[in-house]
C-alpha cells in the first residue's frame, strides 16, 4: 500500500474498530438498562436483528472467520513449533505435520475452557511475549540502521500493479480479521461481575 496509504488505511481501520465498540458497548448498556443482559455476540445480535436475520448475517459470517482463524492460527503455530524445533535440533526427525497435529491438539484443549477469562494467565504469558519480541526487533532496527555496515535502504513497493491489488486486498482482510472480532460483549460481563463482587 505505501507508507501514505497503508498509514492512511490503519488510521482509518482504528477508527472504524473504536466507533463500532463504542456503538456496540452502548447498545449493551441500553439492553442491560432494559433488564435484557448479554454476555455473546450471537446474543445482542439476535435482540437487534431478530433469529432470522441474525443466523445469516452473523453466524454465517462469525464461522467463516473463526473457521479460517482457527485453521491459520494451528499451521503458523506448526510452523513456528517446527522453527524452534528445528533450531534445537538440526538433525531431528519430527515433520510439519506432527507439529500441526500437536498445535491442533493443543487447540482442541483450550477450546474446551468456560470462558475466555480462563485464558488470563495464556494471554498474559503472550502479552510479555509479543512485547519483549517488538522491542527486541524495534532495538535491533535501530542499531542495525545506525551501523556502518548496514545494507542499503529501499522502501519501494515491489510487484507488478496485479500483484499489488493483491497485496492491498490480503492487508484488508488481515486488517478486517484482526480488528473485526466480537469479543466485547464477554469482556462487559467479566467487568460487570467484578465490579459486582467488589460492591458486595
Not at 97 to 122: E, K
Not at 154 to 165: A, E, F, P, Q
Amino acid at each position: 500500500m505505501g507508507w501514505t496509504f497503508g498509514l492512511f488505511s490503519l488510521t482509518v481501520a482504528a477508527a472504524v474498530t473504536f466507533y463500532s465498540y463504542f456503538l456496540m458497548a452502548t447498545v449493551l448498556d441500553n439492553c442491560e438498562k432494559q433488564g435484557r443482559r448479554h454476555i455473546r455476540f450471537r446474543e445482542l445480535a439476535s435482540d437487534i436483528l431478530g433469529s432470522g436475520w441474525m443466523f445469516y448475517f452473523v453466524v454465517s459470517v462469525q464461522t467463516t472467520i473463526n473457521m479460517g482463524v482457527g485453521v491459520g492460527c494451528i499451521l503458523l503455530g506448526g510452523e513456528c513449533v517446527q522453527i524452534m524445533y528445528s533450531n534445537l535440533d538440526s538433525g531431528g526427525q519430527l515433520k510439519l505435520y506432527h507439529f500441526i497435529i500437536m498445535v491442533a491438539l493443543i487447540m482442541i484443549f483450550l477450546s474446551q475452557l468456560p470462558s475466555f477469562h480462563s485464558l488470563r494467565h495464556i494471554n498474559l504469558a503472550s502479552l510479555v511475549l509479543c512485547l519483549a519480541y517488538s522491542l527486541t526487533v524495534t532495538i535491533a532496527c535501530i542499531l542495525a540502521g545506525r551501523s556502518s555496515e548496514a545494507p542499503s535502504k529501499d522502501y519501494s513497493i515491489k510487484g507488478s500493479n496485479l500483484t499489488r491489488v493483491f497485496n492491498a486486498f490480503s492487508s484488508m482482510s488481515i486488517l478486517g480479521t484482526i480488528f473485526g472480532n466480537g469479543i466485547l460483549p464477554e469482556i462487559q460481563v467479566i467487568n460487570y461481575q467484578c465490579n459486582f463482587i467488589s460492591i458486595q
